[in-house]
C-alpha cells in the first residue's frame, strides 16, 4: 500500500509532537527526525557530526550544545510522563 506524501509528513509530524524523535537540520537545510536512542556519539570539528549506532555518520548544522539540550529535553519528556501516569 502507497502512502501519500501529505500522510507521510503528518506521521512525521505525530513523531516531532509525541517527542519520540527530536529535530535537527541537514546541511543543505532540511529538516529531519532522530531517534535520539540510537545516537552513539556526537563530533564537532568544525562541522557537527553524528554517529549512529549502526555506524552511520550524519552531518548536521546544529551544534554538540544543541543536539545535546534537545536530547536531555526529550528523555524529561518521557520521564515526566511516566511519573504522571503513576500518579
Known amino acids: 500500500?502507497?502512502?501519500?506524501?501529505?500522510?507521510?509528513f503528518s506521521s512525521y509530524e505525530a513523531l516531532w509532537q509525541n517527542k519520540t524523535m527530536i529535530e535537527l537540520t541537514t546541511l543543505s537545510g532540511k529538516i529531519f527526525f532522530l531517534n535520539p536512542d540510537l545516537i552513539r556519539s556526537i563530533e564537532q570539528a568544525p562541522d557537527t557530526i553524528i554517529?549512529?549506532?549502526d555506524g552511520s555518520r550524519f552531518p548536521v548544522k546544529n551544534t554538540a550544545a544543541n543536539i545535546q539540550?534537545?536530547?536531555i529535553?526529550?528523555?524529561?519528556?518521557?520521564?515526566?510522563?511516566?511519573?504522571?501516569?503513576?500518579?
Open 1 to 8: 500500500k502507497r502512502t501519500s506524501k501529505n500522510s507521510y
Open 51 to 53: 554517529c549512529m549506532t
Open 69 to 71: 539540550e534537545k536530547i
Open 73 to 87: 529535553q526529550f528523555k524529561r519528556s518521557i520521564y515526566s510522563s511516566a511519573s504522571e501516569r503513576e500518579l
